[in-house]
């Protein structure tokens, strides 16, 4: 079984939809991709999901398509990336629907109950895909950390050479200097 490419010391869970890559479960981010009615009976539906599992590097990619990365500012007015359409739509329609009601009688306002109850779930869900979101990105500078130390490790183990004569860096084990072609002592 693969190592998780993140956390080398556990292994993988999973690999990405996306790039193929091992990803342990900490680093597994999943997502519901489609769905599709398969059955009706007596007025109750049964759905069938389709999963995606991603890496973070993929997650985040994904998660600026979708509008995860804006956070719940400005939830009630997207309609593009807004985590639920069919919400944002209902929460217009209350608000609409009261205003237009309460204009020819007094109770209209009844329906902003519902106009809140929807924003409130949408601001939710917007805050939660952006706490996956920052944790992708987290996990993601991690991993950059990291590669950049392993290559500080790799260029400090290199030993460099350097000419007597003009002090132009030379390559281990060269006879003579790539610059002004002195011949080195070995």
């Given at each position: 079984?693969?190592?998780?490419?993140?956390?080398?010391?556990?292994?993988?869970?999973?690999?990405?939809?996306?790039?193929?890559?091992?990803?342990?479960?900490?680093?597994?981010?999943?997502?519901?991709?489609?769905?599709?009615?398969?059955?009706?009976?007596?007025?109750?539906?049964?759905?069938?999901?389709?999963?995606?599992?991603?890496?973070?590097?993929?997650?985040?990619?994904?998660?600026?398509?979708?509008?995860?990365?804006?956070?719940?500012?400005?939830?009630?007015?997207?309609?593009?990336?807004?985590?639920?359409?069919?919400?944002?739509?209902?929460?217009?329609?209350?608000?609409?629907?009261?205003?237009?009601?309460?204009?020819?009688?007094?109770?209209?306002?009844?329906?902003?109950?519902?106009?809140l109850?929807?924003?409130i779930?949408?601001?939710?869900?917007?805050?939660?895909?952006y706490?996956?979101?920052?944790?992708?990105?987290?996990?993601?500078?991690?991993?950059?950390?990291?590669?950049?130390?392993?290559?500080?490790?790799?260029?400090?183990?290199?030993?460099?050479?350097?000419?007597?004569?003009?002090?132009?860096?030379?390559?281990e084990?060269?006879?003579?200097?790539?610059?002004?072609?002195?011949?080195?002592?070995?």
């Open positions: 079984m693969a190592n998780c490419y993140i956390h080398t010391n556990r292994s993988s869970t999973r690999h990405c939809s996306t790039c193929s890559k091992a990803i342990c479960r900490e680093c597994t981010f999943e997502e519901v991709v489609s769905s599709r009615l398969i059955s009706t009976y007596r007025g109750k539906s049964e759905y069938e999901y389709d999963y995606e599992f991603f890496c973070p590097y993929c997650f985040i990619t994904y998660a600026k398509e979708k509008g995860y990365h804006k956070g719940s500012r400005g939830v009630m007015f997207r309609y593009n990336q807004s985590p639920a359409k069919g919400a944002l739509i209902v929460m217009w329609l209350f608000f609409i629907g009261g205003l237009v009601i309460n204009f020819f009688f007094p109770i209209g306002y009844v329906l902003w109950v519902g106009t109850l929807t924003m779930w949408l601001k939710v869900r917007s805050s939660k895909n706490t996956r979101y920052l944790k992708a990105v987290n996990l993601s500078k991690t991993e950059q950390r990291r590669v950049a130390a392993v290559t500080k490790e790799i260029k400090k183990q290199k030993k460099e050479f350097f000419c007597p004569n003009c002090g132009a860096a030379i390559i084990g060269s006879d003579f200097c790539n610059k002004c072609g002195s011949i080195l002592n070995n």
